[in-house]
């Protein structure tokens, strides 16, 4: 496993493109999140400071960040299609087969290089939480903290599952440029079925059929923080029905469509001939 | 190291003669075909591979060479039939980080130094990083090691991919048209290597088109046309033919007569003064000489030549044109 995860590295790390999009994916949000907590102050005319709002409160902090994290995701998306767009485009992919790589450890590598790069972010973003957290938040007692840490989770498999989208659409088309495109048809896609199902059935039903569509559900993980923001702010907030709580059964989806992309990305690659 | 000596000096041929005794399969072949929707590239195709052979896979262009190679290379998937590597204990994959390979153009990743690629290349056999300039040495590349693939010409590519391939110290080194696209300096460069390779033992199977340089190296040959084995085995049994004889002589007639009615000699051609004639049976020019001169009959020339790779398989090929 650490030959495969040191291979694809070795491919990425010395690549100049993924480099610069894997250092703006995990690191820049970094220091948005930094610069954000750090009192701005607007010409003068009056100071904006993110903290005040109350976003960088334990435990709400963690839903937050973990929402804002994930659309720097679109970057890392660039890097996992175009490692396997590369390696069509360099037929390098020919190479490592003959040179001894089994197609199964091929897509194998790219797929722990996508677990590594999200473990990476996730303890990145635990981090960012924890020192902003702390330094806002007033509450010192260690369960309150930990309170909604699931929306760590919800972050790692909502980037693990992503990332393997892209590397199915990847292998699929084997092309960077036209993986993406295809990653937007299928937004579209989705919001069109969505879109018919609540014309001819009703809405409720649209919805819930919706949650199981594959960027859906990985969106769904973790829900716009927004209305909980309303919610806590508003006098008598408990009237306001959200439910932004990450369920078992959003877990669920995403691991299944995670394992269905890793399979059929290996799959079409075995029957594929190079 | 004195056989190899020996080899060196005594043309290559000989050699493999010496090693050939013990019969060590490296590669087997049963039946294999391959079908691209209707068209069969490679037809019903067996053939074994031993140790220590040097081995040429002819063929027109389209004849199924490097689909063959393909798929005991693990990147086509075959139709039907089957293959295995050495004693067919280990998978595919396995065995393959005991093969060295190139198949048609040098694939590298451009971004890298030379260096940084064979640095992945024995990542992925499991090889030590201290092969690399070793073997950068032996093609002559370790002075631009540190450039970027990229930079390279197409020669440098290609012996680089040679290098890639040594890595391991293969068990055998399989070599698809090594010399395509390339000038006559990067040409001789990469026949040079193979040969250097050769003597040393190295069992080797090189795909080619041009059949000067499978002449040249190869001791055994599988001719392939429109994916179906016209012939298997050594190169200079692959026409029962026992040579002929290019004759010149004052007395013309007479000599040709002479070679009509005698038994040992059976296709007689002219061209202007030259006679040839093939032999049905084996004869020395010596013996021909002394033969001729009890007959009075005076050579102004005298040639005894075995038909040439190109002549056989052009014989071979045509003999089974449908």
């Known amino acids: ?274 | 190291m004195f056989v190899v000596f020996v080899i060196n000096h005594c043309g290559f041929l000989f050699s493999v003669e010496k090693i050939n005794q013990i019969l060590e399969p490296i590669l087997t072949i049963n039946n294999l075909t391959k079908k691209f929707g209707y068209l069969t590239a490679v037809k019903d195709l067996s053939f074994t591979i031993n140790k220590g052979n040097v081995y040429g896979i002819l063929g027109p262009n389209g004849s199924g060479k490097s689909t063959t190679l393909g798929i005991v290379l693990n990147v086509v998937n075959k139709t039907e039939g089957n293959f295995h590597w050495f004693d067919g204990s280990i998978s595919t994959h396995n065995a393959l980080k005991k093969v060295g390979a190139i198949i048609e153009r040098p694939n590298f990743y451009p971004y890298m130094t030379a260096e940084q690629n064979l640095k992945l290349v024995c990542r992925i056999k499991g090889v030590n990083l201290s092969k690399i300039n070793e073997k950068l040495e032996i093609v002559g590349l370790l002075d631009r090691k540190d450039h970027k693939f990229k930079t390279y010409s197409l020669g440098m590519k290609q012996r680089l991919a040679i290098a890639s391939a040594l890595l391991n110290d293969p068990e055998i080194l399989i070599l698809d048209e090594p010399t395509n696209g390339l000038d006559p300096q990067g040409i001789h460069q990469i026949r040079k290597i193979i040969k250097d390779i050769a003597s040393t033992g190295t069992t080797i199977l090189l795909a080619s088109h041009l059949l000067d340089e499978v002449e040249k190296v190869c001791s055994h040959v599988v001719v392939l046309r429109k994916g179906e084995k016209l012939y298997a085995g050594r190169v200079d049994e692959m026409i029962s033919s026992h040579g002929f004889f290019e004759l010149k002589a004052e007395q013309h007639n007479e000599l040709k007569t002479l070679l009509e009615n005698h038994a040992s000699f059976g296709n007689i051609k002219v061209e202007d003064q030259l006679i040839t004639a093939f032999l049905n049976e084996p004869m020395d020019a010596p013996t021909f000489n002394k033969l001729m001169f009890t007959e009075g009959i005076i050579l102004s020339h005298l040639v005894k030549r075995k038909e040439s790779l190109e002549e056989q398989f052009l014989q071979l090929t045509d003999n089974t044109e449908a």
């Open chain 1, 1 to 274: 496993m650490l030959r495969l995860l040191q291979l694809e590295l070795q491919k990425l790390l010395l690549n100049r493109a993924s480099k610069v999009l894997i250092f703006i994916s995990f690191i820049l949000p970094f220091f948005i999140i930094l610069l954000s907590s750090i009192r701005f102050n607007v010409f003068n005319y009056f100071t904006l400071e993110v903290g005040h709002y109350g976003v960088f409160n334990f435990p709400i902090v963690w839903h937050i960040m973990t929402f804002f994290a994930s659309y720097f995701k679109l970057f890392f998306a660039i890097v996992v299609v175009s490692m396997i767009g590369n390696e069509y485009s360099n037929k390098t992919i020919k190479q490592n087969l003959i040179d001894g790589l089994s197609k199964k450890e091929f897509i194998l590598s790219k797929f722990y290089t996508i677990v590594f790069f999200s473990a990476l972010s996730t303890l990145l973003i635990f981090i960012i939480c924890m020192l902003v957290g702390l330094f806002y938040s007033s509450i010192d007692e260690v369960h309150l903290i930990f309170r909604d840490i699931e929306y760590l989770l919800a972050y790692f498999v909502k980037l693990v599952g992503f990332f393997s989208l892209c590397l199915f659409l990847g292998v699929l088309v084997k092309r960077s440029a036209f993986a993406l495109a295809f990653l937007f048809v299928l937004f579209l896609l989705e919001w069109i079925i969505y879109g018919v199902l609540a014309w001819k059935i009703d809405e409720g039903i649209a919805t819930k059929i919706q949650n199981f569509f594959p960027l859906k559900s990985i969106y769904k993980l973790i829900d716009q923080p927004f209305q909980r923001i309303a919610i806590s702010k508003a006098p008598n907030g408990q009237d306001f029905l959200y439910d932004f709580a990450v369920h078992w059964y959003e877990f669920a989806i995403v691991i299944a469509w995670t394992a269905l992309f890793i399979f059929l990305s290996y799959r079409l690659l075995k029957k594929r001939d190079l």
